[in-house]
C-alpha cells in the first residue's frame, strides 16, 4: 500500500496535456480555452448612450434650458451630422453618441413639445455616455488555460472570436466487470444486480469534459475481459471497475498485465479504494478502480478527475479542501486515509453513521467527502476538520 499523495502523483505522471483543437463558439461552452486568444475588436467601437434621452452639450444643461431636437440616433443609427449650439439629438440606449454631444438627459428629466426640449430642474451630474472601449480594447488578451463558462462565451462572441482553441477532449473508455451485472434497464437474474457505478463515473466525467465510451460488461473470465480491452483501443484513459481485489475471480490484474500493462502500483492506503491500481497500457493510462461503489466513485473523485483537469491542461493541483469544524466526536482514525460521506449542514461537518463501501443511497445524500489522515487522533465536536464538496 502507498499513500494517496503518492499514488496521486504517479497517476498524474503518466499524463501529459492533450492536443490543442480549434471548434466553433457555439461549442466552446464547458471546453478548456488553451492558447491565449485576443480580441479582435474594440467594444464599444465608438462613445455610446447607456439610457433613452437627449444628447446635448453638457455646458448648455441647466435647469429650465431650451434645446431644438435636430434628429435622432438609435442602435446600429447614428446621428449622421454634427450638433450646433442649443441643438439635441433623440437618442437611444446603445446609440452612438452624436458628434458635438458629450451629455445625455434621460428622458424622464425633459418636458417635449414638437422640436422642442425643456429640461426640468434636477439633472444629475452622471453624462451617460459609455465611453469607447469601456469594456475591452482591440488586442486584449483571454489567458489561456481556462474552463469556459458562459460568460466567457459571451465575451468571446463579443470579441469576434468566432473559432476557440480547446483542449481536445479526453476519451475515456469504462470498463464494468463482473458476472453479476446487467445494465440498467435490463431484468437481473435472481444472483444479479444493476452495473451502477459505471453510469455514476461517466456522469462525473462527462460533466468535466471528457468524452465517454461506455464498454459492455466484461464477464468474470479472462477471454471476456481481453476482448473488452480491445474496445477501448484509441482511449486516452482506460477505467476499469471491479475485479481489482484478491478473490479467485478477481482477473483484471493478471489480464491487463498479459495484454502489456506497466503498472505503476496496486492498493493504496485509503478507505474505501484500497485495491486501486494503475499503470500504462498501450498509448492509454489504466486506472483500475474496486468494484464497490462508494469506492469506485470515491476514486473516480480523487484520482480520475484530478487526471482528467491535467489532460485538458488545467494544472495538476490536487482536489480543493476546504474547513469546517466538526459536529460529533470521531475515534483514532485507523492506517488508510478515510474519505467520510458526510453532510455540511449549517457550517459544520457529520459524517454519516454509516461508512460502508456499498451504500450509494449514503453516498448520493451526502455533499462532502470528509478526508481523515491516516491514523488521525480521536477528534471533538468543533475541531477543524477538512473536506472536498461534492
Ligand atoms: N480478502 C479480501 N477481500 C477483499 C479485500 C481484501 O483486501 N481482502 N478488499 C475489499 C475491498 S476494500 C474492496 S473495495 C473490494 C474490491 O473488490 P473488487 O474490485 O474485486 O470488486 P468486485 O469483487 O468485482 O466487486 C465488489 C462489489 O462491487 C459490486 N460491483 C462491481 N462492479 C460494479 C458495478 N459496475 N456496479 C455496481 N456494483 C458493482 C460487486 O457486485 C460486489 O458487490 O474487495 C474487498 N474484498
Ligand atoms: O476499500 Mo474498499 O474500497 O472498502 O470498499
Redesign the pocket.
Known sequence: MIPVAEALQQVLDLVAPLEVEEVPLRQAAGRVLARDVTATRTQPPFAASSMDGYALRRAEVEPDAMFKVVGEAAAGHRFEGKLKAGQAVRIFTGAPIPDGADFVVIQEDTTRRGDLITLGHKIGQKDNIRPAGGDFAKGQKISAPLLLRPADIALLAAMNIARVPVARKPIIAIL???D??VQPGETPAEDQ???????GLAAMFEGKGADVRMLP?AR?NAASLKQAFTLAKGADLIIT???????D??L?APVAAEIGMEQSFY?VAM?????LMAGRLGEAVML??????V??MVCGTVFGLPLLRKMLGLGSEPLLMQEAPLGVDLPQNGPRTHYMRAHLRDGQLFPDDRQD??L?SVLATANALMVRPVDDAPRKAGDTAHFIAI
Open positions: 464494468a466487470t463482473g453479476e451485472l444486480i444493476v452495473a451502477s457505478n459505471s453510469f460488461v468474470d471497475i471491479g475485479g481489482a481485489s484478491v478473490g475471480h478477481d483484471v492498493k478507505r474505501p479504494g484500497k485495491p483500475g478502480l474496486p468494484g464497490n461503489p469506492s469506485a463501501s456499498s450509494l
